[in-house]
């Protein structure tokens, strides 16, 4: 096979692998910013409903006037118990949820894999540039792509499992994003320079 076609077959691979870490990149990019929404939204939750439950444990102990009749005092500390034991129950199911489930932690691995897939993708990008400019031999492509497979495989090998809501948000915004690259779908995420 002449080293032209070579270049081109190796150029078609590289791109499509460029693409895949592109996904990927994107995937756990919103991956890491829905578990750190729920994080904050747990964490209010618990502050909002620690200052409600405590507030009705107060009216509790505080709230009986001494004017007010026994029936009245009776209904408004039952209601105040009821509400308190509801909100305090929440409020266990809440922290439950926050100590099963580290959100924070989920976030910041999804957010740690973005970034290291976001330097595969540019090392990706100047490897197809380099082709695209005849500045590399059909040797140094393959050395490099496999070097760039090998380092990708191992980011994988240590990265969270995505979620199918990652994937949905990701493909929002690629716009029509593939698991398979169609030469428009990779000329969409492709700079202008290597459409092709």
Not at 80 to 89: D, G, V
């Amino acid at each position: 096979m002449d080293e032209e076609r070579m270049i081109k077959l190796l150029n078609s691979q590289i791109r499509n692998y460029y693409g895949n870490v592109f996904w990927t990149h994107k995937i756990h990019e919103k991956d890491a910013d829905t578990f750190r929404a729920w994080n904050n939204i747990l964490k209010i939750a618990q502050i909002v409903l620690s200052a409600f439950s405590t507030t009705g444990l107060v009216y509790i102990m505080l709230g009986v006037d001494k004017s007010t009749t026994v029936a009245d005092n009776y209904l408004c500390i039952r209601a105040a118990a009821i509400i308190s034991a509801l909100l305090s129950a929440l409020l266990v199911i809440v922290n439950s949820l926050s100590k099963g489930y580290d959100l924070g932690e989920l976030s910041a691995s999804h957010g740690a894999t973005a970034v290291k897939l976001l330097d595969i993708r540019e090392e990706y990008l100047s490897l197809l540039y380099d082709i695209k400019g005849r500045n590399v031999s059909v040797e140094i492509i393959q050395k490099r792509r496999d070097k760039l497979k090998e380092n990708t495989l191992a980011i994988y090998a240590n990265a969270p499992r995505t979620t199918s809501y990652g994937y949905k948000e990701a493909a929002k915004a690629i716009e029509n994003g593939e698991p398979f690259f169609t030469k428009d779908s990779l000329n969409k995420i492709l700079p202008i320079d290597l459409q092709e």
